[in-house]
């Protein structure tokens, strides 16, 4: 990609930061929407492939907005809140069906029963399960109900919430709330588009002039220069990074390590502009305090 075409692809997304993240976020929450919908009907083996064409076209929209930060960090997080939203909703499902289309009795307790034990020597929570039945003699439909403790006794009256269809096991009236459920989906989604919001303030102008700021020649690294006598300039310093990327001889990953105390005057993304010219690119991530360079990266540092 040339020069010419990068600056106008930045000058493009400077114009409409705002826009974009507003398409990535409505991208966001339809994909979710799509998944609570699909989840009911489909299990792991299709939705998987899913979750992951939508990571992948996640991170291409994530990198467009032009953070410093890796997009394939910040799609993880997005993608796993957008999951676990999916994941609260689809358990509050049954109780919205239920409270819409339920019918409140009262029902007499006819039988008590517990899981079977599960797990090592048995120590999985066993639930207890109560067969009901009208008040008419008529049993109520669906599966039996449940509950974690013994709350029943066989011939008690309880009231209860069934479901006409049959479909959804009988539950008691405070059991039916999906109130704590449908606030942590929210939650949750919420998130991912905070997400959203936060890598495109890292991508915008101000971010970056602030970062620029912060890298900036200040009071550590003159200290540093006053320490190691390097009084050399910035122009002086950047041809020995050109002289560095040259005849520096690679790691066994390929790249060239320079370490940014040698060049205290210029910032990662000029070292990155350098190395651009030179036809290598600057790591993002994964350097552990040094620079590295590479013909081609996976995450690379936008060079000024």
């Not at 449908?182 to 602030?210: K, Q």
């Not at 040259?246 to 066994?252: G, S």
Request: aromatic share 6%; proline share 4%; glycine share 10%.
């Amino acid at each position: 990609m040339s020069e010419s075409a990068e600056d106008e692809g930045r000058i493009r997304r400077a114009r409409c930061p705002v826009a974009l993240a507003a398409g990535i976020g409505c991208y966001v929450l339809a994909v979710i929407a799509g998944m609570f919908v699909l989840v009911e009907n489909f299990g792991p083996g299709l939705l998987a492939p899913l979750w992951i064409a939508h990571g992948v076209l996640l991170i291409v929209l994530i990198r467009e907005l032009g953070a410093r930060e890796s997009s394939t960090y910040a799609t993880l997080f997005i993608a796993a809140t957008s999951l676990m939203s999916v994941y609260v909703a689809d358990m509050a499902r049954e109780d919205l069906t239920l409270q819409q289309r339920g019918e409140e009795v009262a029902a007499t307790v006819v039988r008590e029963w517990r899981d079977a034990a599960e797990g090592r020597k048995g120590r999985k929570g066993r639930d207890y399960n109560y067969a009901l039945e009208r008040q008419d003699g008529t049993a109520v439909p669906g599966p039996a109900m449940k509950a974690t403790s013994d709350r029943y006794d066989v011939g008690q009256v309880v009231t209860v919430i069934e479901d006409p269809k049959g479909e959804i096991r009988p539950r008691a009236p405070g059991q039916a709330d999906a109130t704590g459920e449908a606030l942590g989906s929210a939650a949750f989604a919420l998130t991912a588009l905070g997400s959203v919001g936060w890598m495109t303030w890292r991508g915008s102008d101000t971010a970056r002039s602030r970062d620029t700021r912060k890298r900036g020649p200040g009071r550590l690294k003159k200290g540093y220069k006053t320490v190691t006598r390097n009084h050399s300039t910035q122009v002086e310093q950047e041809e020995k990074l050109r002289e560095a990327l040259r005849t520096h001889p690679v790691d066994r990953r390929g790249c060239i390590k320079v370490e940014p105390e040698a060049y205290p005057d210029l910032s990662q993304g000029r070292a990155a502009r350098i190395a651009w010219e030179a036809g290598l690119r600057a790591e993002a991530v994964g350097n552990r305090g040094s620079w590295r360079f590479k013909e081609t990266m996976t995450e690379e540092v936008p060079h000024d």
